[in-house]
């Protein structure tokens, strides 16, 4: 029997809690998420990302009073940390305690005085202590010009007084469902100020009108009949014969006509009767004008079938090999020519599917024995009798509600033989074979995997921008990645941990730790890149 380790265990439950809970958050269920938190702390009690996710939670639920209590105690832990402050101001703010507030405002201001909501939070606090010149520059300086120039230009009331928003009109109503959880979420969620105070959703009685239906009316050659109620039209008077020409002047003429026959098969169907009338004034003046009427172009009876330009014949009826092929048809594609294939010569470029590999196109070519796992954002097409079926994330066993790669990239599970096409465009493909070793992926470069793999779905939460999606594979069989560029390792060791941007992150292998955090040594005015540190034994992919 295997032997377990209870620290471990106890690690993946609250990571397993803080992801739960993250996604509670995420999802608007505040008090199941508050549930997972509080749950998540049992076991690591000073963990500050889940304490500053349980704060979150409990502001939106109104208990502010623990919620000011735990964001206190966080800026006690990290006084120079400008977001916890900002969060505890924002506590501040819903109890109205305008002088806490401006006091823990000035701090972050001091901190970091480019901090566009920390500016527009004293804008808000100085609109309501009365200080309405100062609160104007404050706005201004947060980017809400609009609610600048309203106070500025504002007329008093019959009492004197100010017509204050209230606190959700400017922003400092609950966070939205929509704003990334994670490791200090306050945080990510103070990077950005609003613009312009939101609106609150008008109710209309009046239904809204049916969308235009737009009609598309066939343009025809001949005129449409004159309606019933309309007089007949007048018949034209006859056309006068042409007065007698030198022979110069006949052949202008028919010159003109030809060109005008010319045209009428350049510009599609004309009247039969005009066409017929050109080639026999033309005929009658001694010339002979050959126009179709139809407006087709005559094929020379000694015409033989184009030359397919795709294909090298050898001998007769022999094709050559698909490579040469390939190359042909792709030089004829980069000088624009339209490459003409017979129907009998297709079978020679059709796909086997018997390995892994890649057309010319770039697809891939992924054969499936018996069970094999798929994006289908990718999916190009299907060769065999499948059923499938639709694979939801797994966390530590249990399999949750939630699309394994996402709604936009959803991983399918194919069940008999045959082959997966996908379309790949310029992403560089990576194969990797696994032997009861064990691996961490980006789910976002996982093309597919085979059934020899078992799957574990995580998260690593970050605190400046979005979560990533993590997938765990181990046992054997063969997982495709793919990626903007070919994958590239970085063997990191004890005393030479890795550092990789967090776009670029492929995934890891071995016992290491990963850290989502900004590049340190930069200053807070300066553009957070985005970064995973890596410390401990192994590999790590990236691109």
Same mark, same amino acid.
């Given at each position: 029997?295997?032997?377990?380790?209870?620290?471990?265990?106890?690690?993946?439950?609250?990571?397993?809690?803080?992801?739960?809970?993250?996604?509670?958050?995420?999802?608007?269920?505040?008090?199941?998420?508050?549930?997972?938190?509080?749950?998540?702390?049992?076991?690591?009690?000073?963990?500050?990302?889940?304490?500053?996710?349980?704060?979150?939670?409990?502001?939106?639920?109104?208990?502010?009073?623990?919620?000011?209590?735990?964001?206190?105690?966080?800026?006690?832990?990290?006084?120079?940390?400008?977001?916890?402050?900002?969060?505890?101001?924002?506590?501040?703010?819903?109890?109205?305690?305008?002088?806490?507030?401006?006091?823990?405002?000035?701090?972050?201001?001091?901190?970091?005085?480019?901090?566009?909501?920390?500016?527009?939070?004293?804008?808000?606090?100085?609109?309501?202590?009365?200080?309405?010149?100062?609160?104007?520059?404050?706005?201004?300086?947060?980017?809400?010009?609009?609610?600048?120039?309203?106070?500025?230009?504002?007329?008093?009331?019959?009492?004197?007084?100010?017509?204050?928003?209230?606190?959700?009109?400017?922003?400092?109503?609950?966070?939205?469902?929509?704003?990334?959880?994670?490791?200090?979420?306050?945080?990510?969620?103070?990077?950005?100020?609003?613009?312009?105070?939101?609106?609150?959703?008008?109710?209309?009685?009046? %239904?809204? #009108?049916? =969308? *235009?239906? &737009?009609?598309?009316?066939?343009?025809? $050659?001949?005129?449409?009949?004159?309606? /019933?109620? @309309?007089?007949?039209?007048?018949?034209?008077?006859?056309?006068?014969?042409?007065?007698?020409?030198?022979?110069?002047?006949?052949?202008?003429?028919?010159?003109?006509?030809?060109?005008?026959?010319?045209?009428?098969?350049?510009?599609?169907?004309?009247?039969?009767?005009?066409?017929?009338?050109?080639?026999?004034?033309?005929?009658?003046?001694?010339?002979?004008?050959?126009?179709?009427?139809?407006?087709?172009? %005559?094929? #020379?009876? =000694? *015409?033989? &079938?184009?030359?397919?330009?795709?294909? $090298?014949?050898?001998?007769?009826?022999? /094709?050559? @090999?698909?490579?040469?092929?390939?190359?042909?048809?792709?030089?004829?594609?980069?000088?624009?020519?339209?490459?003409?294939?017979?129907?009998?010569?297709?079978?020679?470029?059709?796909?086997?599917?018997?390995?892994?590999?890649?057309?010319?196109?770039?697809?891939?070519?992924?054969?499936?024995?018996?069970?094999?796992?798929?994006?289908?954002?990718?999916?190009?097409?299907?060769?065999?009798?499948?059923?499938?079926?639709?694979?939801?994330?797994?966390? &530590?066993?249990?399999?949750?509600?939630?699309?394994?790669?996402?709604?936009?990239?959803?991983?399918?599970?194919?069940?008999?033989?045959?082959?997966?096409?996908?379309?790949?465009?310029?992403?560089?493909?990576?194969?990797?074979?696994?032997?009861?070793?064990?691996?961490?992926?980006?789910?976002?470069?996982?093309?597919?995997?085979?059934?020899?793999?078992?799957?574990?779905?995580?998260?690593?939460?970050?605190?400046?921008?979005?979560?990533?999606?993590?997938?765990?594979?181990?046992?054997?069989?063969?997982?495709?990645?793919?990626?903007?560029?070919?994958?590239?390792?970085?063997?990191?060791?004890?005393?030479?941990?890795?550092?990789?941007?967090?776009?670029?992150?492929?995934?890891?292998?071995?016992?290491?730790?990963?850290?989502?955090?900004?590049?340190?040594?930069?200053?807070?005015?300066?553009?957070?890149?985005?970064?995973?540190?890596?410390?401990?034994?192994?590999?790590?992919?990236?691109?």
């Amino acid at each position: 029997m295997a032997e377990t380790n209870p620290d471990k265990s106890k690690e993946e439950e609250f990571y397993y809690l803080l992801t739960e809970g993250s996604e509670h958050l995420q999802a608007g269920r505040v008090d199941e998420a508050r549930v997972h938190f509080e749950r998540a702390l049992l076991i690591n009690a000073n963990n500050e990302q889940a304490l500053n996710l349980l704060g979150l939670s409990l502001f939106r639920l109104g208990a502010l009073d623990r919620a000011k209590q735990i964001f206190n105690d966080l800026v006690h832990a990290n006084p120079i940390e400008p977001s916890l402050r900002l969060n505890l101001a924002m506590v501040y703010l819903k109890q109205a305690k305008l002088e806490d507030a401006h006091t823990e405002l000035e701090r972050v201001l001091e901190l970091n005085p480019d901090h566009p909501r920390a500016a527009s939070y004293m804008g808000l606090v100085l609109e309501k202590k009365g200080h309405l010149a100062r609160a104007a520059d404050f706005y201004e300086r947060a980017g809400n010009k609009k609610r600048a120039d309203e106070i500025r230009t504002y007329q008093p009331t019959m009492t004197g007084t100010f017509p204050i928003p209230n606190l959700a009109a400017m922003g400092i109503s609950p966070a939205p469902a929509s704003a990334a959880p994670g490791p200090a979420a306050m945080r990510a969620a103070s990077t950005t100020a609003p613009t312009t105070p939101p609106m609150a959703a008008a109710t209309s009685t009046t %239904p809204h #009108p049916p =969308s *235009a239906t &737009r009609t598309l009316q066939m343009a025809t $050659v001949n005129p449409p009949s004159a309606p /019933p109620s @309309a007089p007949p039209p007048r018949p034209a008077p006859p056309t006068p014969p042409p007065p007698p020409s030198t022979s110069s002047q006949k052949q202008t003429e028919a010159a003109a006509l030809t060109a005008a026959a010319a045209a009428t098969l350049q510009r599609g169907p004309e009247p039969p009767a005009k066409a017929r009338a050109d080639n026999a004034r033309a005929a009658s003046m001694g010339f002979t004008v050959e126009v179709a009427d139809k407006g087709a172009a %005559p094929v #020379p009876q =000694s *015409a033989e &079938r184009p030359v397919d330009k795709g294909f $090298v014949s050898s001998g007769p009826g022999a /094709p050559a @090999a698909p490579e040469a092929a390939a190359k042909a048809l792709e030089k004829e594609s980069a000088a624009g020519v339209v490459p003409e294939t017979a129907l009998a010569d297709l079978p020679a470029r059709a796909v086997d599917g018997r390995a892994l590999s890649r057309t010319p196109d770039g697809h891939l070519v992924l054969p499936i024995s018996e069970v094999g796992y798929v994006r289908t954002d990718l999916l190009a097409g299907l060769s065999g009798a499948f059923e499938i079926e639709v694979v939801n994330r797994r966390y &530590r066993g249990k399999r949750t509600d939630s699309l394994f790669g996402g709604v936009d990239a959803a991983v399918v599970a194919l069940m008999g033989s045959g082959f997966a096409l996908l379309a790949l465009g310029e992403q560089v493909p990576t194969a990797l074979v696994l032997t009861t070793e064990e691996i961490y992926l980006v789910e976002s470069g996982v093309v597919g995997f085979s059934a020899g793999l078992v799957w574990e779905n995580g998260r690593l939460p970050s605190e400046a921008d979005k979560d990533l999606d993590i997938v765990h594979l181990r046992g054997s069989g063969r997982v495709v990645l793919a990626a903007r560029k070919p994958v590239v390792t970085l063997q990191v060791k004890p005393d030479a941990p890795a550092l990789v941007h967090a776009t670029r992150l492929v995934g890891w292998s071995g016992p290491l730790v990963p850290y989502r955090a900004p590049l340190p040594g930069l200053p807070e005015s300066a553009r957070r890149v985005p970064i995973v540190r890596f410390e401990g034994t192994g590999l790590v992919l990236t691109t």
